[in-house]
């Protein structure tokens, strides 16, 4: 029985996360430059957004290229940057086609100037789409994002909008990136790194984490759909 086969429709997670990890390993033990590994991993973007729509998933956030990332050797930066591009121009309209928004969170502002026009195009073509909604984390740290939003509330304490005692959890939730999407209820990582890497670090305090030797552009709808099973035999406590 496929994996697929023995999911429970009534018990999926409305929100999965993936660090999308190990594409420049899966490269290198090929004898190929790193974007090599990039360029495949695209396959398995398209594999697990199909299957997260398939079953009738509500969010899926992709880690795509975090802000540490721009530290990498710069001919690697611009060659994923170009890759973005192209991937985002081409698979616009199979979004829309699947009813599937898009959506982007991170420090947007940092990317080249023809990514991010072709990604607000995309983002505003998609916008009415009622299906699954794809986040990409973009020039995206949660430390980043914490300290965007702390900045932004002790603003409106200093402007008299808000006082100290008023600063709640959810005060906190408002103003992250992800503001208008629920928590992940699973996290996936894969390539055998068993690290959260400064995603999400708000937003996982009660999510269920899964780690998988399988590298990026290995990961397939069954590998996705093994991470959801697994899911389902966890309980779920939420501290209680």
């Known amino acids: 029985m496929s994996f697929k086969e023995q999911l429970d429709l009534i018990n999926l997670p409305q929100h999965v996360a993936i660090i999308m990890d190990g594409n420049g390993r899966w490269a290198k033990e090929r004898g190929y430059d790193r974007i090599y590994g990039h360029q495949h991993g695209v396959t398995s973007v398209r594999e697990c957004t199909e299957a997260a729509a398939e079953i009738g998933l509500k969010y899926l956030t992709l880690y795509a290229f975090s802000t ?16 973005l591009i192209d991937t985002i121009e081409r698979e616009t309209p199979t979004l829309d086609k699947n009813n599937i928004r898009l959506k982007a969170i991170g420090d947007l502002s940092r990317l080249p100037q023809g990514a991010y026009e072709k990604l607000k195009r995309c983002i505003e073509h998609t916008k009415t789409n009622t299906g699954l909604c794809l986040v990409l984390a973009l020039s995206y740290s949660s430390r980043w994002e914490i300290c965007n939003a702390l900045r932004h509330i002790a603003q409106e304490v200093k402007d008299g909008k808000l006082s100290t005692d008023e600063i709640t959890d959810e005060i906190i939730s408002n103003h992250l990136t ?35 030797s399988t590298h990026w552009p290995d990961f397939r709808k069954e590998n996705f759909f093994e991470a959801i099973v697994e899911f389902q035999k966890r309980e779920r406590r939420f501290g209680k």
Do not use: H
């Open 68 to 83: 540490e990332n721009w530290n990498r050797d710069q001919k690697e930066v611009e060659a994923l940057m170009e890759l």
């Open 178 to 212: 992800t503001n208008e999407i629920p928590d992940p209820d699973l996290m996936i990582r894969t390539s055998g790194e068993i690290r959260i890497s400064n995603f999400l670090l708000w937003q996982l305090a009660y999510t269920e984490l899964y780690f998988t």
